[in-house]
Structure formats: C-alpha cells, structure tokens
Nanobody, 123 residues
C-alpha cells in the first residue's frame, strides 16, 4: 500500500509562488501517471496537472503557463511549481498516483491519494 505525503502549502499573496511536493513511499516509476487535483469548499475536485512516467503532461486551462508539474524519480517525488498565483487558486491540493491510468483518466480510477495541503492566496 503506497503512501503519498504532500507538503509546501501555505498562505501567499496574489502574484506570489509556491512549490508543492508529493513524496511517495515506493518508486514513482511504477505509477503510470501522477497528478495534482484541487478542491475548494462547495466545489468538485478538479484536475490541476498530471504527468506520466514518460514525462508527458496535462494541465487545466486555468493554470497553463503558470503551473509546472515535474517528477524526480530518484527522490520518488512529484512537484507542482505554482507561479503568478491568484485568489481563485485557493484550495486544498491533493496528490494522486495510478498504475493503470492515462492522462485522461477520471479521478476515481487513481489508486492512491495524499491527505491534501491547503493553499491560500490573498488578494
């Protein structure tokens, strides 16, 4: 049973940056896709970014050009660099991982989820 632990969330002013990290308890190369989702109060969980073990990526339109997902297989860690943050980026951010998923897979098909980390962007 793999575990995913997120870190790096916090409070930042609009226009600022944060880098989220997701550390896995097993080799992340075993996961076909790892991703970041977010969920704000009263809203559905939505994809932010995802990356395959071949380094193909997918981003939500709302974060393209501002966020970058990357993975470090040696450290078993996936990162989400968030720049030019906006108040509407405020949410709980969750890391996930899936063995048999693809970039287009819905969230219900992922095998593991982290506990989430809060990101708050003040205006």
């Amino acid at each position: 049973q793999a575990q995913l632990v997120e870190s790096g969330g916090g409070l930042v002013q609009a226009g600022g940056s944060l880098r989220l990290s997701c550390a896995a308890s097993e080799s992340i190369f075993s996961f076909n896709v790892m991703g970041w989702y977010r969920q704000a109060p009263g809203k559905e969980r939505e994809l932010v970014a995802a990356i395959t073990n071949g380094d193909s990526t997918k981003y939500a339109d709302s974060v393209k050009g501002r966020f970058t997902i990357s993975r470090d297989n040696a450290k078993n860690t996936v990162y989400l660099q968030m720049n030019s943050l906006k108040p509407e980026d405020t949410s709980v951010y969750y890391c996930n991982a899936g063995y048999g998923v693809v970039l287009e897979s819905p969230p219900g098909e992922y095998d593991y989820w982290g506990q989430g980390t809060q990101v708050t962007v003040s205006s």
